[in-house]
Nanobody
Framework: QVQLVESGGGLVQPGGSLRLSCAAS????????MGWYRQAPGKQRELVAT???????NYAASVKGRFTISRDNAKNTVYLQMNSLKPEDTAVYYC??????WGRGTQVTVSS
């Protein structure tokens, strides 16, 4: 079973950008759906974006047009490019593999 490690989080000003990475310890080629989720303080974990092996993507309405999910199966890595960040994007962002395996998360804070 693959282990997932997120990176790329940090503090950014509103309107800024960040690129999150999720590195898997093994092959993700056989995992059809990879995804990013987030959890803000006091709120439930929510879907941000998913991507299938065929490249089909799905986004939460709140991030559509600002975030882009991608995957590189050769590098066993999934990315989340986040642009035009807003304070309400502040959360711990988690990588997910196949709706089963979770990473430990990376903190994203959007604040001036």
């Amino acid at each position: 079973q693959v282990q997932l490690v997120e990176s790329g989080g940090g503090l950014v000003q509103p309107g800024g950008s960040l690129r999150l990475s999720c590195a898997a310890s093994g092959s993700i080629f056989s995992i059809n759906t990879m995804g990013w989720y987030r959890q803000a303080p006091g709120k439930q974990r929510e879907l941000v974006a998913t991507i299938t092996n065929g490249g089909t993507t799905n986004y939460a309405a709140s991030v559509k047009g600002r975030f882009t999910i991608s995957r590189d199966n050769a590098k066993n890595t999934v990315y989340l490019q986040m642009n035009s960040l807003k304070p309400e994007d502040t959360a711990v962002y988690y990588c997910n593999a196949g709706f089963i395996k979770w990473g430990r998360g990376t903190q994203v804070t959007v604040s001036s």
